[in-house]
């Protein structure tokens, strides 16, 4: 997703609780609940034929262009839980907001 342009996103209260939802997200209870999520939503578990965007050149997989991977239906039948680790779970480090959040996610 992109980033809100709204006022509020310069908030720290806003800040800190956008960082509480992303902390909570990368340990076990984010694994538990994406796959909670995609089985709610009948996604696939795996799907080897779903493509994964390259974010940096150490990516394994076949890279596909930003636009044709928005494109794509990847939540409603085109996508998979796992997918969903490489499109977001696996890069909400970079994605904090506050320094304590930075922190806490390093750890």
């Known amino acids: 997703k992109c980033e809100l342009d709204d006022p509020i996103?310069?908030?720290i209260v806003?800040?800190?609780?956008?960082?509480?939802?992303?902390?909570?997200?990368i340990g076990a209870i984010g694994i538990a609940?994406?796959?909670s999520y995609?089985?709610?939503?009948s996604s696939k578990l795996y799907d080897d034929e779903c493509a994964v965007v390259a974010r940096d050149s150490s990516t394994q997989c076949a890279p596909i262009t930003y636009d044709a991977y928005i494109?794509?239906?990847r939540t409603n039948n085109g996508g998979s839980t796992v997918s969903h680790f490489h499109?977001?779970?696996?890069?909400?480090?970079?994605?904090?907001k506050t320094k304590a959040g930075r922190d806490l996610a390093e750890q």
């Open 87 to 96: 499109d977001k779970l696996l890069h909400l480090r970079s994605m904090m």
């Open 14 to 25: 806003f800040q800190c609780c956008q960082d509480a939802d992303r902390l909570d997200a």
């Open 33 to 35: 609940r994406a796959f």
């Open 71 to 73: 494109s794509s239906d």
């Open 9 to 11: 996103t310069d908030d």
């Open 38 to 41: 995609g089985g709610a939503q």
